[in-house]
């Protein structure tokens, strides 16, 4: 099964930047697609962003496109999700994810990943 391990959260102030990583390992690997979920305390988990991985066609949510942007390194088994001009509201619990097909239909529901990392907190202070 794949694991995702990520890294690059932290505390940012509003209008800065932050890069998020998250590397896939274990026994098995899936070329799918990958996304980008993020979840504030209270809230249901959102869609910000997702990959193709091999045309590298990618999908954002209003919230974000302009600001973010994922990029992906096939090589590397990693996705990255840039994010500039962060908002308090951009703070949360940020996941990475693996689609579970190789299809891209509904690309922000949550059902359609079947890996997930373990999370890495974004805070935006003000």
């Known amino acids: 099964q794949v694991q995702l391990v990520e890294s690059g959260g932290g505390l940012v102030q509003a209008g800065g930047s932050l890069r998020l990583s998250c590397a896939a390992s274990?026994?098995?690997?899936?070329?799918?697609?990958r996304g980008w979920f993020r979840q504030a305390p209270g809230k249901e988990r959102e869609f910000v962003a997702a990959?193709?991985?091999?045309?590298?066609?990618?999908y954002y949510a209003d919230s974000v496109k302009g600001r973010f942007t994922i990029s992906r390194d096939n090589a590397k088994n990693t996705v990255y999700l840039q994010m500039n001009s962060l908002k308090p509201e951009d703070t949360a619990v940020y996941y990475c994810?693996?689609?579970?097909?190789?299809?891209?239909?509904?690309?922000?529901?949550?059902?359609?990943?079947?890996?997930w990392g373990q999370g890495t907190q974004v805070t935006i202070s003000s």
């Open positions: 994810a693996v689609r579970n097909s190789p299809y891209y239909s509904d690309v922000g529901g949550t059902a359609s990943y079947s890996y």
């Open positions: 274990g026994r098995t690997f899936s070329n799918y697609g």
């Open positions: 990959i193709a991985w091999s045309g590298g066609r990618t």
